[in-house]
């Protein structure tokens, strides 16, 4: 009773976050969660009932032709039905109850169309769903009534990016730029926005652009790097301004700086985009060698045709070889300009492509991911994806022992290994490998 008394008055002031206030209860025994349960079916009863009563009255022509029983409900204020179909949304999406809850949404906006709260629970809970269309298109009619919150403009930025649209997620990013021109484009660097330079860059790697991956995952590490450097200019005003135990967690943060979670994003993201381009030079490296084998093959054929037959075969491949130009000068057509590269760090989109460049030829991209790995498994040996991307490096050195040594420690920490042992296996035996470290590989990968 007291906790129905708690949620009613909450639904009387308008907490769009009174789910968010429920959810401890989720986490206990199942009589409470029905109590949950119990009591959001009774809000949402109430808020129905509330609805039908000012239906009522427009359709009534004095007070005293409403029944007694709705006039109790009377009571409570015209928000409240809005509020409890919110409540009652959240709390089916919370359970995955997703198309309820969504009905549920659809039936608040007919309430209330102009209650933002509405939209952004719809977008979350189109989001659980991976409709990420549907998703960004709410959010940012949300965005849309309140163009002055910041708080709204990020979701949306954040909808657009899990839809994949980088120009939209841009130009709605630049709306609370400063307003000078050379500002807008250094802006988000200078204030060491990671998370939009992570999302972007994890686009730009699903989409093998890896030199504007590799460039936006560089900054953070660079980021990084100046907290690092700065921290001594920090210490002498932490100790004038701060309190003694908020300088000793401001030195603790520093000593573990790299177990941050975006540091580790950005730093799996360069082994990532690393690896992906070994393997793909490698790849392109046995095609080139197949073809030439291929062409040295058809050599010898065509020295076997007649006249006719020769010029017949040459005309054919003019023509493909014209139809192959034709479609990469398509392609480059429609490559993305202006706000897909944003002007993130201050650069022209030009320049900031070619410092990509510069980092996707870099000269042993093989010791660039080791230095990174060393990092990770001195500070994050702990995070279990350490484990697979030191795997990942080490199999391409050749290094089995190490590689041996990160499976252990990946099923250590609960993770699978089946899938790189098979692998290790079938690269060793590929390798042929004599002596102890075949007995150590051959006991110990029988053991995973």
């Known amino acids: 009773a007291r906790l129905k008394e708690y949620v009613t008055k909450l639904l009387c002031k308008g907490v769009p976050s009174t789910q968010k206030l429920l959810r401890v209860f989720y986490k206990q025994s199942l009589s409470k969660q029905l109590s949950v349960d119990r009591i959001v079916r009774q809000c949402l009863a109430e808020g129905e009932e509330l609805i039908a009563l000012a239906e009522a009255r427009s359709e009534a022509s004095t007070a005293a032709d409403v029944p007694k029983a709705r006039q109790e409900i009377s009571k409570l204020p015209p928000t409240y039905a809005c509020f409890a179909l919110l409540l009652a949304a959240n709390h089916l999406d919370h359970i995955g109850s997703y198309d309820a809850a969504m009905a549920q949404i659809d039936r608040g906006m007919e309430v209330s169309p102009t209650c933002i709260d509405l939209y952004v629970s719809a977008s979350k809970i189109l989001k659980h769903q991976e409709r990420f269309d549907e998703a960004a298109e709410y959010m940012n009619k949300a965005r849309e009534m309140d163009l002055a919150d910041r708080q709204l403009n990020t979701l949306s930025v954040k909808a657009q990016l899990r839809k994949g649209d980088i120009d939209t997620a841009n130009s709605q990013m630049m709306m609370f730029a ?230 252990e420690r990946l099923k250590a920490l609960g993770g699978s290994v089946a899938e790189q042992t098979m692998k290790l296996s079938e690269l060793t035996k590929g390798d042929g490998l004599k002596g102890v470290t075949a007995k150590i590989l051959k006991e110990e990968l029988s053991a995973l």
């Open 178 to 407: 400063k307003e000078n021109d050379t500002a807008k484009t250094s802006n988000l660097y200078d204030m060491q926005c990671m998370w939009w330079e992570i999302k972007t860059a994890t686009i730009y790697e699903s989409r093998e652009d890896y030199s504007m991956a590799l460039k936006r995952f560089n900054d953070v590490l660079k980021q990084f790097e100046d907290i690092r450097d700065d921290q001594f200019d920090f210490a002498t005003y932490c100790m004038r301004k701060m309190t003694l135990r908020t300088f000793v967690e401001f030195l603790k943060t520093e000593d573990n700086l790299e177990q941050h979670i975006y540091y580790r994003e950005a730093s799996a993201g360069m082994i990532r985009c690393y690896t992906k381009l070994m393997d793909k030079k490698a790849k392109d490296a046995a095609e080139a060698a197949k073809g030439r084998a291929d062409n040295e093959q058809n050599k010898e054929n065509e020295s076997k045709l007649s006249s006719a037959e020769r010029k017949r075969l040459k005309h054919q491949k003019k023509r493909k070889q014209h139809d192959q130009q034709q479609n990469n000068t398509q392609d480059n057509s429609k490559k993305p300009e202006g706000a897909f590269g944003m002007k993130a760090t201050g650069l022209t989109m030009e320049e900031e492509r070619a410092k990509g460049d510069e980092l996707v030829a870099v000269a042993d991209p093989l010791e660039k991911c080791t230095h990174i790995c060393e990092v990770l498994w001195e500070k994050c040996g702990t995070w279990p994806e350490t484990q697979s991307l030191c795997f990942d490096v080490s199999i391409r050195r050749k290094q089995w022992l190490q590689a041996l040594a990160c499976l």
